[in-house]
Nanobody
């Protein structure tokens, strides 16, 4: 079973960078698309970025396109989210999750298609 743990959050000034990492302590990480989502106070959880299990497809929310990059290292069982040019509106708790369907070839963005949520990591961007 997939068990995901996020790390790398913190406090950064606007314009700065952070790198988040999602690690899997289970055994089948490589068979699932992995996504990053975020939830700001008082708002619903929203899709940020995801990468398919074959690395071939990535997808980004319009709000982060060109600033964030998602990548995966199967040998390390990690999926990283490099966040550059951070803005105060990027402040949120960031979660990683695995697609509920293994080996899906496309990225789905609705949270109802994702499971095995990690505990989240706080990202705070000061202005």
């Amino acid at each position: 079973q997939v068990q995901l743990v996020e790390s790398g959050g913190g406090l950064v000034q606007a314009g700065g960078s952070l790198r988040l990492s999602c690690a899997d302590s289970g055994r089948t990480f490589s068979s699932y698309a992995i996504g990053w989502f975020r939830q700001a106070p008082g708002k619903e959880r929203e899709f940020v970025a995801a990468i398919t299990w074959t690395y071939s497809n990535t997808k980004y929310a319009d709000s982060v396109k060109g600033r964030f990059t998602i990548s995966r290292d199967v040998s390390k069982s990690t999926v990283d989210l490099q966040m550059n040019s951070l803005k105060p509106e990027d402040t949120a708790v960031y979660y990683c999750a695995a697609d509920i369907v293994p080996r899906r070839s496309v990225v789905v963005t609705s949270t109802r298609f994702w499971n095995f949520w990690g505990q989240g990591t706080q990202v705070t961007v000061s202005s």
